[in-house]
């Protein structure tokens, strides 16, 4: 039985609150989006048959790539000195030392190249039409693909490269090419033509293939991309499996699309003249009322108090011209309206989009974020669950509604693969720009998608995985790793908009102090301001900041202000003034006049992020002497960095308005919100001596790459079952595509949560890795105490164990920051080979230890768990074990008990889980607290654990090697702790010691007790509960810094 996901989620969604609806209006379908509509499913495919040059193909030695020599190992000697060999090498690779002519890649130098040809009897242009393609083989198996136009040709729209955005995202120096590479063609020789042959179709002939063999080294790791020249197709395999057939291939369906640039008047005909609407979805009505301001979402506010009422949009699609498949269709390609907004699309139509299949595997994940499933359900074909793509376009979606496909706040190209037959895969788009995504069941066993960008280019990673830490190893090297966060940012956050002044935050935090709840930070949102001026504070309610933020931290506190991108266009406002001198602020789509757009202040202008200068001008507002009022303990939310703009289209900016480099909107907008979240870490870093603090920042947008920048919340979410059901797989979703420290508001944004969904909510979170509870300002207060007295114990204790857990918490961030592995799994990325948890998203992994399924339903009293019996599962409030080991891939599903007093969470059998267990006021005042050592024995009797260990706050762990890590092991009857000391620890190690100790040692799965226990002959206290078979050691006396051997004999 294959287990499903989510199965409540589209019920619950409709049992939502009425009236909390998405205002559909204020965004755009596919069939509303030209480029889209144009290119959706086989609509241009007529226009579009690629081949590839046989001729034009050119191999590259991996030591000489991005030389001007070609030829080597498997090209068949020296390559032909062809004219049009000179002409692609010098616009592709540069010449006689000259800067190539595309200025925007980077990482390594192609391993083969090539032109690829439209064939089709007619193209889009009516001329002929080429485009430059390159391989770029890599270390650890990655490859990527890039189709460009041919840069370089005089009087061509074309002339110069598109603009793309690499030294913004990759990690250059990570990007290694392969050692080992050959080009293997059809007359290779005899071992490599039998290579050649293995993977040929045998209806088609060799001469219409060629390949490119690589590798760490010769025969080590040895991928395989086989190219078919016509039509063109990619097909990549393992080498050391090629019976199980590629892994992944491009455009075998034949969707690919590459929209060159074009003169206007070069078009046939002139454009087709806007139709008239149906009167159901005309918004260019005047209003008659003053408008003085707009709302989040887009509605106009009325000089009287009224509000614009929102508009049912009757969506019909009949005013779109019905096009023959070899007709084009030419509406919106130069000029574009969306309700009263227009986009004048000087550059013309500039759509490229690519097929991608995934033989033989019927689970892809990914492409966050969408308040849907984790795994990727078909949006094409036979029984299709979703009418729409997936849409890839940040989005300020005022009260968004569950399992749709419709855009939110960020996103993440990127798909991961996963089946039992072909192992871990995946798939990442490098495109920052408006991106539609359709999944479709292709055949049994296969799924394929269909990716259709609105600019850009054609730019593919390939990654071949096999395994899920193999993945994530390989993808880390693209866009990076999470790094390690300070230790309060994974304690409990308590949030509201707004605290309303200082005696308020005084009367919150003392509650806390008083009811012995832990908690770490205490937020403020834009009320705080001096009329919503960033930086500032309302002298009003907050007249005295620094003593505020002091006195929290006298007793381990922290404090985050909200800072967001749109600045209030006040000229006496510093900020803005300084701004507008320097000439930071994005233009309007002439490049002359900074944007004006509506948001929170009300009139407003944008930074440009895009450019390194404005990033460190805003870095600089972050000093202590410029932003006053603030201290150390002080840090920032980025919120609105969709960039959100109330009277804009889709509430967020037109797409031609210009950065600093006058570049389009429409080129960077996925990018926006990423940026803003560095510059503010940046800024954070920048302020404190030596720059050796770890900043904490919280942004709502995202793209591939954020996971370097800080925590992702999940946005506006609803206080309401359904949306506690949606938390679990929009954050696995996220962490799927890498993004580790994410939550979800704990107990709905928007309403009012009863006891019983606040206590869930809250247990929920407590398991989840960012963890802050935040509120509505029309909610009602719902700080702990506020639900009773017995409430508040069950919200505390989910507080307490989340406090217990940190020391395990923080060595998982540790492992996400060195493998790249995310800290919230999917069951299938430690059970990569039962098939029956791979579509499970209501439950997951804390790391590769920790099982939590939350409860997630009304009045409910036990939830079912679906236990991998390849290991034991020992509950973690009993210690008894729960379910054992059997079967290799085999499930155990079981209905716990599960009052309003338990979640269930489960330590798998063979770890070692460390935790702190004095209650404490913060994460600060723990830090030297004594251990608690939680052993699970698998059958064996044996387990492993590690602890990581640094100061918890600063940059000593890069920089200065300060850290330590122990590594625990339980084997043959003695308990061992091997510990690797950091260069920067080895000399002071032996002072901290005493505040690195074990005090407890629980041992699970103990089949009898012990006759003594003893460290270095000293005897160990012990005590056996045969019922639950515990064993534990009381006061051990060793250190979590020292080597040590415990004997059970």
Sequence with gaps: ?????????????????????????????????????????????????????????????????????????????????????????????????????????????????????????????????????????????????????????????????????????????????????????????????????????????????????????????????????????????????????????????????????????????????????????????????????????????????????????????????????????????????????????????????????????????????????TVLKDTQGEGAHYKEPYRLYNLDVFEYELDETMALYGHVPLIV?????????????????????????????????????????????????????????????????????????????????????????????????????????????????????????????????????????????????????????????????????????????????????????????????????????????????????????LFTWNDMNEPSVFNGPEVSMQKDLLNLNGEEHREWHNLYGMLFHKATGMGQVRRNKDEDVRPFVLSRAFFAGSQRYGAIWTGDNLSDWSHLVASNPMLLSLNVAALSFVGADVGGFFGNPDAELMTRWMQAGAYQPFFRGHAHHDAKRREPWMFGEETMRRLRNSAMARYALLPMWYTVFNEAGVTGMPVMRTMWMEYPQTEELFAVDDQYLIGSDLLVRPVTAAGATDAIVHFPTKDTWYDIDTSMAVSQAGAEAGVKTLTVASSIDKIPVYQRGGSIIPRKLRLRRSAYMMKTDPYSLYIALDPSQEATGTLYMDDEETFGHEKRAEYAEAAFKVSGGSIINTVTVGSGWESSVGDMKADRMIERIVIMGVDAPPKSIKCDGTPIEFEYDSVVKVLVLRKPAVSALADFEIKLE
């Design 417 to 633: 693969s996963h089946s039992k037959t072909t192992g871990t895969a995946g798939f990442f788009w490098f495109n920052p720009t408006e991106t539609y995504v359709d999944v479709n069941q292709e055949d049994s066993n296969s799924k394929s998608t269909h990716w259709i960008s609105e600019s850009g280019i054609v730019d593919m990673f390939l990654l071949p995985g096999s395994t899920p830490k193999d993945l994530y190893r390989q993808y880390s090297k693209i866009t990076g790793t999470t790094p390690l966060p300070p230790m309060f940012s994974l304690g409990y956050h308590q949030c509201r908009w707004n605290y309303k002044d200082e005696k308020d935050v005084y009367f919150v935090h003392e509650n806390f102090e008083e009811l012995d709840y832990p908690y770490d930070v205490l937020w403020l949102d834009i009320e705080h301001t001096n009329g919503k001026r960033y930086f500032t504070w309302d002298k009003n309610l907050f007249p005295n900041p620094k003593p505020m933020q002091e006195r929290l931290w006298s007793q381990g506190r922290r404090m985050v202000t909200i800072i967001d991108p749109h600045i209030f266009r006040d000229d006496n406002y510093h900020i803005h003034k300084e701004a507008t001198s320097k000439g930071l602020y994005i233009k309007d789509k002439e490049g002359k006049k900074d944007y004006d757009g509506w948001c929170w202040p009300g009139s407003s202008s944008y930074l440009d992020f895009t450019q390194d200068k404005v990033r460190s001008w805003w870095a600089d507002q972050f000093s202590y002497s410029r932003y006053e009022g603030s201290t150390p303990s």
């Design 1 to 373: 039985m294959i287990v499903m996901p989510s199965r409540c989620l589209l019920i619950l969604s409709l049992l939502a609150v009425q009236g909390f609806a998405v205002d559909r209006g204020k965004f755009r379908t596919c069939d509303q989006t030209s480029f889209c509509r144009r290119h959706r499913g086989k609509g241009s495919a007529a226009l579009y048959k690629y081949s590839l040059m046989k001729d034009s193909i050119h191999f590259h030695l991996p030591s000489e790539a991005g030389s001007d020599k070609e030829g080597g190992e498997g090209a068949g000697g020296e390559a032909e000195d062809s004219s049009l060999w000179k002409s692609l090498s010098t616009r592709i690779l540069g010449s006689k030392g000259d800067s190539p002519i595309d200025p925007y890649v980077r990482g390594p130098p192609p391993t083969l190249t090539g032109m690829l040809v439209n064939t089709a009897p007619q193209t889009s242009t009516g001329t002929k039409e080429e485009l430059q393609w390159s391989v770029h083989a890599m270390a650890d198996g990655l490859v990527r693909m890039r189709i460009t136009e041919v840069y370089g040709e005089n009087n061509k729209p074309y002339e110069s490269a598109r603009v793309t955005y690499d030294e913004l995202i990759l990690i250059e120096e990570k990007l290694e090419p392969a050692k080992h590479a050959q080009w293997i063609r059809a007359d290779s020789d005899e071992e490599h033509k039998k290579l050649l042959q293995k993977v040929v179709p045998a209806d088609e002939s060799i001469d219409n293939y060629t390949a490119l063999q690589y590798g760490d080294a010769k025969n080590v790791n040895n991928m395989l991309l086989l190219v078919r020249l016509a039509p063109f197709s990619v097909y990549l395999y393992r080498e050391d499996d090629l019976s199980v057939g590629p892994i992944l291939t491009v455009n075998t369906q034949d969707l690919m699309h590459f929209e060159l640039r074009r003169l206007k008047d070069q078009e046939e005909g002139a454009p087709a003249e806007e139709e008239e609407k149906p009167a159901e979805v005309k918004e260019e009505k005047k209003h008659e009322k003053e408008i003085v301001g707009y709302w989040e979402d887009g509605l106009a506010i009325y000089a009287d108090g009224t509000r614009e009422e929102k508009v049912v949009i009757v969506e019909d699609q009949s005013h779109h011209r019905k096009l023959t498949e070899s007709d084009l269709d030419r509406e919106g390609m130069w000029d574009e309206k969306f309700s009263s907004h227009h986009d004048s699309k000087p550059h013309g139509p500039m759509s490229v989009g690519m097929g991608v299949s995934f033989p033989n595997s019927n689970y892809l994940f990914g492409l966050p974020e969408h308040a849907s499933s």
